[in-house]
């Protein structure tokens, strides 16, 4: 079962983005997801609006090689709990 997190920046990448569904992995590298760098920081802040968060660079900055989507949705599942315990 797909968590939450995931379904929700799926559909982000194909609505937004234009990207095609079967291309998205949990371990999909956003450099695979053929956005540029501008493009690249667009979706975090439309990530970030979704969920209504603000990621931390240190936590994640998605120019760095090697990023996945699995590694995105942990960040937002771990800024969402964070959020509810407060």
Do not use: H, Y
């Not at 990207?19 to 760098?37: A, C």
């Not at 936590?59 to 959020?83: F, H, S, T």
């Amino acid at each position: 079962m797909q968590r939450e997190s995931f379904i929700t920046i799926t559909s982000l990448l194909t609505d937004k983005f234009n990207t095609p569904v079967d291309t998205i992995t949990e371990q999909t590298e956003l450099l695979e997801l053929g956005l540029d760098s501008l493009t690249l920081m667009e979706f975090v802040f439309a990530v970030e609006d979704k969920f209504n968060i603000r990621i931390p660079e240190e936590k994640l900055d998605p120019r760095n090689a090697g990023v996945n989507l699995a590694q995105v949705c942990d960040v937002i599942d771990e800024l969402k709990a964070k959020a509810q315990t407060k």
